[in-house]
């Protein structure tokens, strides 16, 4: 995907996601997040997040999910969302 087509699919300029792509700005977890989706796990969102949001992530999906090895942070944060739904009969 070009960096304009991947730009114009999550609503940002093609200057961040070329100034992603050399490590000179960071995303934050809500855009980074629309990356990751966007290029199908090709771009992961610790690769373009500050290090530190990417530690902490980790360590934050490590406590909710211990058993969880290879989910993506995406796949987590999805499954905390549906654990979270509530039915009430």
Known sequence: MSVRALARK???SPTFISN???GVKFADLPT???IEKATHGEVKVEQIVRPEVARALKEYL???CPTSKTSSPEEQL???KKNKEVTVD
């Open 62 to 64: 490590k406590l909710r």
């Open 32 to 34: 980074a997040l629309k």
């Open 78 to 80: 999805k499954s905390d």
């Open 10 to 12: 999550i609503g940002v």
């Open 20 to 22: 992603l792509k050399k």
